[in-house]
């Protein structure tokens, strides 16, 4: 084995620890739940691991699960007070978002105003990303920031990680 691969096999094994112990701590941890952030309205589920040429943008699809009971606001919220649901990548992580397609959002009637419309996203959904790595192998902790409400109050914002080993060949 070349130093590459064992570094890689390091970083894996690595993950896989913090994960295992990540879910043996969290309340929610069950056959069905994988949220990393504990009672978590929005939980990433996946992909883990990608591989993508490098200098490419390449298409990645994130998906995501919306707590029952919650919704959050889409990308494009009806009003201008609403904060909109955004993907991130730090600049500083081997990897750059070249664009994110977000789903259109549902339509949800305010059960104290039933004139208001909200644009928002409930059960499950996708983000489609296009996104460019230099080459190696790259533990991107990009991010996930939304608004979570439900029937009859909004929180505030909160802002959860999306670990993806994007691998650049």
Same mark, same amino acid.
């Given at each position: ?46 992909? $883990?691991?990608?591989? !993508? ?5 390449? *298409?990645?699809?994130?998906?995501? =699960?919306? %707590? #029952? ?9 009806? $009003?201008?007070?609403? !904060? ?5 990548? *730090?600049?500083?992580?081997?990897? =750059?978002? %070249? #664009? ?70």
């Amino acid at each position: 084995m070349n130093w590459r691969t064992i570094s890689r096999w390091a970083a894996i094994v690595g993950l896989l620890n913090l994960a295992l112990m990540m879910r043996s701590q969290s309340p929610l941890a069950d056959s069905t739940s994988r949220s990393i952030a504990r009672g978590a309205p929005v939980e990433y589920l996946f992909p $883990e691991q990608v591989t !993508i040429a490098v200098g490419k943008a390449s *298409p990645v699809a994130l998906h995501f =699960r919306v %707590a #029952s009971g919650f919704h959050i606001n889409s990308h494009t919220p009806k $009003e201008e007070s609403l !904060i909109p649901t955004a993907f991130s990548v *730090p600049e500083s992580s081997g990897v =750059r978002l %070249a #664009s994110a397609s977000y789903p259109d959002g549902e339509d949800f009637i305010l059960p104290l105003d039933p004139s208001t419309r909200l644009s928002v996203y409930t059960g499950e959904f996708t983000i489609q990303t296009r996104l460019v790595a230099e080459h190696g192998n790259h533990l991107v902790q990009a991010s996930l920031h939304y608004q979570a409400c439900d029937k009859s109050a909004c929180y505030p914002p909160r802002t959860i990680t999306v670990p993806i080993d994007v691998i650049g060949n």
